[in-house]
T-cell receptor, first 116, second 109 residues
Framework: DAGVIQSPRHEVTEMGQEVTLRCKPISGHNSLFWYRQTMMRGLELLIYFNNNVPIDDSGMPEDRFSAKMPNASFSTLKIQPSEPRDSAVYFC??????????????FGPGTRLLVL | RKEVEQDPGPFNVPEGATVAFNCTYSNSASQSFFWYRQDCRKEPKLLMS???SGNEDGRFTAQLNRASQYISLLIRDSKLSDSATYLC??????????FGSGTKLNVKP
């Protein structure tokens, strides 16, 4: 079975440019998470969706960041405009979440973003 | 104060050694606990869940102490392939997960 799919795997861009990261969760999973990992701050939860609805975006650093999940099989994380401090690895993860049952979170391979 | 704190290490141990990591969490209402493993330049992967009564999976033993709010991971008979960063994860409610910064383990021949 295909795991969580992320694209692009690497992105190098210049400050001020728009960056769009994409994620396809595992089929059948109803919760999707976006994380950011840096050496300084470790792995931070940015936002998560349940049944395509954003539930908690308190981790989104500022208005330059936005995330959408138009359907159960696709999500985007957009940074506009990008800044050098946004350089990090961005992971998408998904899980099956039902009342009374919590499944394992599965991570995608990540997108390594470098903003020059 | 961070929700989850870990000693970053690195822990440098010889093959065959036993090594233990601890992790502390700040929210006493936290509901579930996990250890993830992350290899260099790879994504985190679930190693094991941590249950209140403690649990074992082969050479790995996880324990939870709710009174003192810490979680431990014990690795027996370390293998070279155990070299990785181990992340402590705490779930506070529903889908709110907090990851520790990780403890790096180097197993030497």
């Amino acid at each position: 079975d295909a795991g969580v799919i992320q694209s692009p795997r690497h992105e190098v861009t210049e400050m001020g440019q728009e960056v769009t990261l994409r994620c396809k969760p595992i089929s059948g999973h109803n919760s999707l998470f976006w994380y950011r990992q840096t050496m300084m701050r470790g792995l931070e939860l940015l936002i998560y969706f349940n049944n395509n609805v954003p539930i908690d975006d308190s981790g989104m650093p500022e208005d330059r960041f936005s995330a959408k999940m138009p359907n159960a099989s696709f999500s985007t994380l957009k940074i506009q405009p990008s800044e050098p401090r946004d350089s990090a690895v961005y992971f998408c993860a998904s899980r099956q979440t039902d009342r009374g049952h919590t499944g394992t979170q599965y991570f995608g391979p990540g997108t390594r973003l470098l903003v020059l | 104060r961070k929700e989850v704190e870990q000693d970053p290490g690195p822990f440098n141990v010889p093959e065959g050694a036993t090594v233990a990591f601890n992790c502390t969490y700040s929210n006493s209402a936290s509901q579930s606990f996990f250890w993830y493993r992350q290899d260099c330049r790879k994504e985190p992967k679930l190693l094991m869940s941590v249950y209140s009564s403690g649990n074992e999976d082969g050479r790995f033993t996880a324990q939870l102490n709710r009174a003192s709010q810490y979680i431990s991971l014990l690795i027996r008979d370390s293998k070279l392939s155990d070299s990785a960063t181990y992340l402590c994860v705490v779930n506070e409610n529903f889908n709110k997960f907090y990851f520790g910064s990780g403890t790096k383990l180097n197993v030497k021949p």
